[in-house]
């Protein structure tokens, strides 16, 4: 079974920033499109940023754009999401997750399973 596992979390000042990295097991990580999420308490998961097979299409929520960039390594079975200018609303439990499908209907998936995130707080 294919492991994804978060890191790069931490307590930032607002206007900070923080590089998120998802590390997949396998020899397939360049088949499926990956996709960022977060969740913070009492609220749905949602949608953050996703990139394409070959890093070559990116999407990203309203939210996060300008601030957030996604990036992947497939050589290193990883994906990235650097975040600048962070606000306290950034607060959340992130999470990757992949897919087949394209880049901007991932945003739509519901997934099977999740690994355990990396916690986000940031300081106001």
């Known amino acids: 079974q294919v492991q994804l596992v978060e890191s790069g979390g931490g307590l930032v000042q607002a206007g900070g920033s923080l590089r998120l990295s998802c590390a997949a097991s396998?020899?397939?990580?360049?088949?499926?499109?990956m996709a960022w999420f977060r969740q913070t308490p009492g609220k749905e998961r949602e949608f953050v940023a996703s990139?394409?097979?070959?890093?070559?299409?990116?999407d990203y929520a309203d939210s996060v754009k300008g601030r957030f960039t996604i990036s992947r390594d497939n050589a290193k079975n990883t994906m990235y999401l650097q975040m600048n200018s962070l606000k306290p609303e950034d607060t959340a439990v992130y999470y990757c997750?992949?897919?087949?499908?394209?880049?901007?209907?991932?945003?739509?998936?519901?997934?099977?399973?999740w690994g355990q995130g990396t916690q986000v707080t940031v300081s106001s």
């Open positions: 997750n992949r897919g087949p499908g394209s880049v901007l209907n991932i945003r739509w998936a519901r997934f099977g399973s």
């Open positions: 396998g020899r397939t990580f360049s088949s499926y499109v």
């Open positions: 990139i394409d097979q070959t890093g070559s299409s990116t």
